[in-house]
């Protein structure tokens, strides 16, 4: 009873500590008139499982597309309008060679290095902000996930109480600065933080903003409805500047 009395009071801390240290969504006007859709898109983590349905949905939506991939092979994608660059987003020229011509970025960037602490996330994220700033590429749309900043506590009971103080602490950790990386910078930035994902097909609708996801039940939505949503937040300003959840 002490123990689990114990533990509880360390997942509310955890939470509470990555709400502190999470910046809070806001929400800034958007900036003037309707704005130009970019057609030049780089793609970083597209060989992941969200990357793949940004890259292929990109070229269905007629986007000249790069893919920043440590190994070519992964992507099994062919299309003209495809570029795929291998290079490690650690790697400050490889990601600036990348960003440099595009006229926004879409990151995906994960990893499976859970047990120790890892800046991947954070370093990587500062890299692309740094070729953004120097090639002055506008927009960034980054895909972090619910239970960050003032989305604590809404990735459900199971996963603020057992999953991410257990498994991913150190991984939220490094999120969280990523997060705060994106929203102290100077482009224009839009963070998608994604329920549990899965790899279900695309339904095209879903829950979405500030109040998206559950303090009590896990929430989840599949990949291609977040690559979905995230190619939205090119031409709309409706989250600039914002972190918004998105959930079935
Ligand atoms: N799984 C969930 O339920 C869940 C829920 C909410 C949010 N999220 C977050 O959503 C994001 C996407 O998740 P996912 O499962 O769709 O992606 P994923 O399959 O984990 O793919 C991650 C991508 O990042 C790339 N990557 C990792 N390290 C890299 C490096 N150093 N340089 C270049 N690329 C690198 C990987 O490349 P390689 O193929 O070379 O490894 C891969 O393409 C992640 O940040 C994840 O944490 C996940």
Redesign the pocket.
């Known amino acids: 009873m002490t123990l689990l009395l114990s533990f509880m009071s360390y997942a509310i801390v955890l939470s509470a500590a990555l709400a502190r240290m999470g910046h809070r969504s806001h929400t800034t006007p958007s900036s003037g008139g309707p704005r130009q859709n970019p057609s030049r898109l780089l793609i970083?983590?597209?060989?992941?499982?969200?990357?793949r349905q940004l890259v292929t949905q990109a070229l269905e939506r007629g986007y000249v597309v790069t893919a920043?991939?440590?190994?070519p092979s992964?992507l099994q994608v062919d299309h003209p309008q495809l570029t795929v660059t291998q290079?490690?987003?650690?790697d400050e020229a490889a990601v600036e060679a990348a960003v440099r011509g595009q006229d926004a970025v879409l990151s995906?960037?994960?990893?499976?290095r859970f047990f120790y602490p890892t800046r991947?996330?954070s370093e990587?994220t500062r890299n692309i902000l740094r070729a953004m700033d120097t090639h002055g590429v506008p927009r960034l749309v980054c895909?972090?996930?619910?239970g960050i900043g003032d989305s604590a506590g809404r990735m459900g009971l199971y996963y603020t109480f057992f999953v991410i103080p257990v498994i991913l602490p150190f991984?939220f950790w490094d999120?969280t600065r990523q997060e705060r990386m994106v929203a102290g910078s100077d482009v224009e930035w839009v963070i998608v933080?994604?329920?549990?994902?899965t790899n279900g097909g695309k339904r095209g609708r879903c829950r979405h903003g500030r109040h998206a996801g559950s303090f009590l039940l896990t929430v989840r939505i599949s990949?291609a409805d977040?690559a979905d949503f995230m190619l939205n937040q090119l031409a709309s300003d409706t989250y600039l500047r914002t972190a918004a959840g998105v959930c079935w």
């Open positions: 970083v983590g597209a060989t992941g499982g969200t990357g920043l991939v440590r190994d992964r290079g490690d987003v650690l995906a960037l994960g990893h499976k991947i996330l990587g895909q972090t996930s619910l991984y999120k933080r994604p329920a549990v994902l990949r977040v």
